[in-house]
Nanobody
């Protein structure tokens, strides 16, 4: 059974850091483009970052550029989202998702491109 499980969320003060993990089971994560998304109460789901399957090219929302870094460890079948200099507006439930697009065709931060989703992990940034 294909499954994605996020972990690493929690509560942190502004300026702090968290590292989210997205672990896959039932499939090889390296063959998929992987995206991180977030959804705050009353807001639409937002594409935060993504990483492609082949070259590992990355894409970030303007709101997180320079603060967040996406990476993948294919040996561990896991994708990470390192989040630094966190702000209260980063508070949301964070989801990872897998897009089975053809190898080497990049990645997109559009939710409808993704077929498989994790259950989400809460990130709260507050003083």
């Amino acid at each position: 059974q294909l499954q994605l499980v996020e972990s690493g969320g929690g509560a942190v003060q502004p300026g702090g850091s968290l590292r989210l993990s997205c672990a896959a089971s039932g499939f090889t994560l390296g063959y998929y483009a992987i995206g991180w998304f977030r959804q705050a109460p009353g807001k639409e789901r937002e594409g935060v970052s993504c990483i492609s399957s082949a070259s590992g090219s990355t894409n970030y929302a303007d709101s997180v550029k320079g603060r967040f870094t996406i990476s993948r460890d294919n040996a561990k079948n896991t994708v990470y989202l390192q989040m630094n200099s966190l702000k209260p507006e980063d508070t949301a439930v964070y989801y990872c998702a897998a897009d089975p697009r053809p190898w080497g065709t990049g990645c997109y931060r559009t939710p409808k491109e993704y077929d498989y989703w994790g259950q989400g992990t809460q990130v709260t940034v507050s003083s």
